[in-house]
């Protein structure tokens, strides 16, 4: 799964890094939670250009009674994306780009508990979640867009610390996974790209992290060598 992530540059880099002109103001996020406000590219039109926006992680379908369901739809397995009627609609007509520059696991020790690890690509730049977004209306105030992040069965560097990992998706596939016209499973699914050629630096940091309500640069330090050694011991 995909629990918690980071967005740790500033408005100007990621309108850099995405070619558009006026991004949405962003401050730098290092621990990013469900039901937060996440920065994503959609596309409402076929002849209209990418947008950057804010969506609320947790998928609220528009059939839902409520929000709550949100909290239990953070991930959408690609496996299944067409089976459940969660996400079969999203998956037709309302696919975004999740942007972040890093995720947290978590692996556990051989006390039973677990450490946090963090990860991102090498040099740290951004990249992009598949996901799948969605409009709700509630009975009283505004409407509320959401997202879900996409995942996958775990590459083997993925695997000694959980079972599934994020679909991050390369730049080659954005304009296909982006273009409102595709709307068959055969056109769209084949665009969740195998996992097990992806790499991606990680290393362990602090329990700060674990705290939802913690959100600064510490969260990503590197945990000292000499903790690690003494803190970290990990099951075969």
């Not at 709307?183 to 699914?189: A, H, Q, S, V």
Request: charged letters at 25%.
């Amino acid at each position: 799964m995909c629990g918690r992530f980071t967005l740790t540059k500033t408005s100007k880099e990621i309108a850099q890094a995405f070619s558009v002109s006026e991004p949405p103001s962003w401050q730098p996020k290092y621990n990013i939670v469900p039901t937060d406000w996440v920065l994503a590219l959609v596309k409402s039109g076929s002849d209209r250009p990418w947008q950057l926006r804010y969506l609320r992680w947790g998928l609220i379908p528009p059939w839902a009674k409520d929000n709550k369901i949100a909290s239990k739809l953070i991930n959408a397995r690609a496996e299944t994306l067409i089976e459940k009627p969660s996400f079969r609609q999203a998956l037709r007509s309302r696919r975004c780009l999740i942007l972040a520059d890093g995720f947290y696991e978590w692996r556990k020790e051989v006390s039973g508990h677990r450490h946090p690890y963090y990860f991102h690509l090498e040099g740290r730049p951004i990249f992009t979640f598949a996901g799948l977004w969605e409009t709700w209306q509630p009975k009283q105030g505004e409407v509320i867009s959401s997202c879900t992040i996409i995942t996958t069965p775990a590459n083997a560097q993925m695997q000694p610390y959980h079972h599934r990992m994020p679909v991050l998706l390369g730049e080659e596939a954005y304009h296909d996974w982006l273009d409102p016209t595709k709307t068959k499973p055969d056109e769209i699914l084949p665009l969740l790209q195998d996992q097990t050629k992806l790499r991606m630096d990680c290393y362990p940091v602090g329990l700060q992290v674990n705290s939802p309500a913690h959100d600064e640069p510490d969260c990503i330090k590197p945990l000292p060598s000499e903790l690690e050694e003494t803190a970290i011991a990990f099951l075969p």
